[in-house]
C-alpha cells in the first residue's frame, strides 16, 4: 500500500510540473522575427517542452502546429501540447489508483477504470483543442460580414485599404479582429498586404475567410474596383449564413425522432392503454 500511495504522488507531482511547464508562454512569430532582426536570437538551446516536439515526427508536428493556429493558442507549441497530453494522462492515472486504493479493490473491472480514467486525462486537451477550434470559427464566420460591410462602406467613403482594416480592427472583436490587427501589425513589419492576408487565412483555415482572402488579393492584383468585391462578399457571406441556418432547421425534425421515441411515445402509450390495462387487471 505505501508503494502505491508514493505513485500516486508521484504521478500528480509529475503531471504538476508537466501542466505548470505546458502554461508557460511561447514567443511569438513576430517577436522572434524581431529578436532575428536585432541580433538576440538565442543559441538554440532547447526548452524541456520542446524536447516532446521529437517525439513526434514531421507530419505530426505540423498538423499539430496547424490546430493550435486554429484555435488561435499561438504561444502553445506541438511540444507544450504533448506536456498536456502527458499530464492529462498523468492526472487520469493518478485519481483511478487513488480510487482503487480508497476502496481497496484490484480485481479486472477497477483496472479496466484506471485505464479509462487515463485514456479520458490523455483525451481531454485534444478535446478542448477540437472545442476551441470549433468555437473560434464559428465566432469569425457570424462576425465576417459586419466585417465585411464596414469595410465596403469605409473604402467606398475614401480611406485606402489599409486604413479601413485599421478602422475595422478598433471595432471588431472577437477572434476575427485579432487576426486584423495581426494582420496590421505584419504589414508594419514590412510584410506586403497580400502576403499578410494569406498568413492569416492559413492560420485560421475558415472557408469563407479563405474564399475572401483570395477574393481581395485578386480583385487588388486585377485592379477591380475593391469596394464593389467587398460588397459583392458580404452578401454572399449571409447568404452561406443563412442558407446554413435554414439547413439546420430542416435538420430538427429528423433529430427529433429519437427524444419523441424514448419520452413522448411512452407516456402516450401509457395515456391510452393505461386505462384499459388496469381495467382488464382488476375483473
Request: charged share 20%.
Amino acid at each position: 500500500m505505501p508503494t502505491v500511495i508514493l505513485i500516486i504522488a508521484g504521478c500528480f507531482a509529475l503531471s504538476a510540473f508537466m501542466l505548470a511547464l505546458s502554461l508557460i508562454p511561447s514567443k511569438s512569430d513576430v517577436t522572434k522575427r524581431l529578436e532575428e532582426l536585432e541580433g538576440l536570437r538565442f543559441d538554440g538551446t532547447s526548452t524541456r517542452a520542446q524536447a516532446f516536439e521529437r517525439v513526434f515526427n514531421q507530419e505530426q508536428r505540423g498538423k499539430m502546429a496547424q490546430q493550435l493556429n486554429e484555435a488561435g493558442w499561438y504561444q502553445v507549441t506541438p511540444g507544450k501540447m504533448g506536456a498536456r497530453i502527458v499530464a492529462g494522462a498523468g492526472f487520469g492515472l493518478a485519481i483511478g489508483l487513488a480510487m482503487c486504493t480508497y476502496l481497496n479493490n484490484w480485481d479486472l473491472t477497477y483496472i479496466g477504470g484506471i485505464s479509462m480514467f487515463t485514456a479520458i486525462g490523455a483525451h481531454l486537451p485534444s478535446y478542448q483543442l477540437r472545442s476551441a477550434i470549433k468555437k473560434r470559427k464559428t465566432a469569425i464566420q457570424r462576425a465576417l460580414p459586419d466585417l465585411l460591410d464596414m469595410l465596403a462602406t469605409t473604402v467606398q467613403a475614401g480611406l485606402a485599404f489599409n486604413a479601413a482594416l485599421g478602422y475595422a480592427q478598433e471595432v471588431a472583436t472577437g477572434p476575427l479582429g485579432e487576426e486584423i490587427k495581426a494582420v496590421l501589425s505584419e504589414i508594419r513589419l514590412g510584410r506586403s498586404r497580400a502576403d499578410a492576408l494569406k498568413s492569416m487565412s492559413k492560420r485560421v483555415h475558415q472557408e469563407q475567410l479563405s474564399t475572401t482572402v483570395t477574393a481581395i488579393v485578386q480583385a487588388e492584383r486585377l485592379g477591380s474596383n475593391l469596394a464593389n468585391v467587398l460588397e459583392e462578399l458580404s452578401e454572399e457571406t449571409r447568404s452561406r449564413r443563412m442558407n446554413r441556418a435554414e439547413e439546420i432547421a430542416n435538420l430538427m425534425p429528423t433529430k427529433m425522432v429519437i427524444p419523441m421515441a424514448l419520452f413522448m411515445l411512452p407516456a402516450l402509450f401509457v395515456m391510452i392503454f393505461g386505462g384499459v390495462a388496469a381495467g382488464y387487471m382488476a375483473k
